[in-house]
């Protein structure tokens, strides 16, 4: 996790080292909430509403209540206090009831990312759901690391593509469309992929590992990453390993999307 800069505790802001919740909460013992994170561009949270959209379903998912009004008015006065132009904010509901806001600082990404396949076996029961328990999507990226990459991309026991740990895959062939796995496969709603999807051209499905290897570019998106390419694939560099036309065309997509939802709020 990247350094906290403030935080919030069930509305009460205080330095990142006064906060604190009991060890008797599930969240904690059993890893038993839900999250998600939120980049500010120039102190605005981008799509700040579809997150809390995907943080309720999240939560209805797992029979978790928490209250979305207190919630809000937290995040407001936590973003007014801390002032942070460009962060990130981290929303963590509990199962012991606490709501935790964190600003923290943006993870430093490099310009390219090599990944390593990781066959995952889905628990069903939390598919599409941004829980708290990220236990094996962290090991499943020290697993990528042993193998010389810097990330995972995980596939089912079909060999079909899916997800990374922490964001969506895209890829595309030599004169093919863009393509990412759908979300029937039981990857999570990203909101990065949404835009992405609903921009530039590209094809939704079922797709083997064989195709994601025969790429000639591929990136991952996500909300801090962006729009990540992809440099190698177990340890196979493609053809642009920086990043091609489909690249350059959803990094402009979500430049744009930025972009209107700040000039929407000066308006």
């Not at 906060?19 to 909430?33: E, F, K, W, Y």
């Not at 076996?121 to 990220?134: C, D, F, H, R």
Request: one cysteine or more; aromatic letters at 4%.
């Amino acid at each position: 996790m990247a350094e906290p800069l403030r935080a919030s505790i069930d509305g009460r802001i205080l330095a990142p080292e006064e906060a604190t919740i009991s060890v008797l909460d599930d969240g904690l013992l059993r890893g038993d909430g839900a999250f998600e994170a939120i980049k500010l561009y120039g102190g605005h949270p981008f799509q700040l509403a579809e997150h809390l959209e995907r943080l309720a379903e999240s939560a209805a998912a797992i029979e978790l209540r928490f209250d979305a009004t207190a919630l809000a008015r937290e995040i407001e006065a936590l973003l007014a206090d801390t002032g942070e132009p460009e962060a990130m904010l981290r929303i963590v509901i509990t199962r012991g009831g606490r709501r935790i806001l964190l600003v923290e600082r943006l993870p430093q990404w490099s310009e390219q990312v090599r990944i390593a396949l990781v066959q995952l076996s889905p628990n069903e029961i939390l598919a599409g759901v941004k829980s708290i328990s990220y236990a094996a999507n962290m090991q499943a990226t020290r697993i990528a690391v042993r193998r010389g990459a810097d990330e995972a991309v995980y596939f089912d026991a079909e060999g079909r593509v899916l997800e990374a740990p922490t964001s969506s895959v895209f890829w595309a062939g030599e004169a093919g469309p863009l393509r990412t796995p759908s979300l029937e496969t039981g990857i999570l709603d990203s909101i990065t992929r949404r835009i992405v999807v609903d921009a530039v051209p590209c094809e939704e499905g079922a797709f083997s590992t064989a195709e994601l290897k025969s790429a000639h570019e591929a990136f991952l998106a996500s909300t801090t990453r962006e729009i990540q390419p992809i440099r190698s694939i177990d340890g196979s560099e493609l053809p642009q390993p920086d990043g091609g036309p489909a690249a350059a065309a959803a990094a402009a997509a979500l430049e744009d999307a930025v972009g209107a939802e700040r000039r929407d709020e000066r308006v």
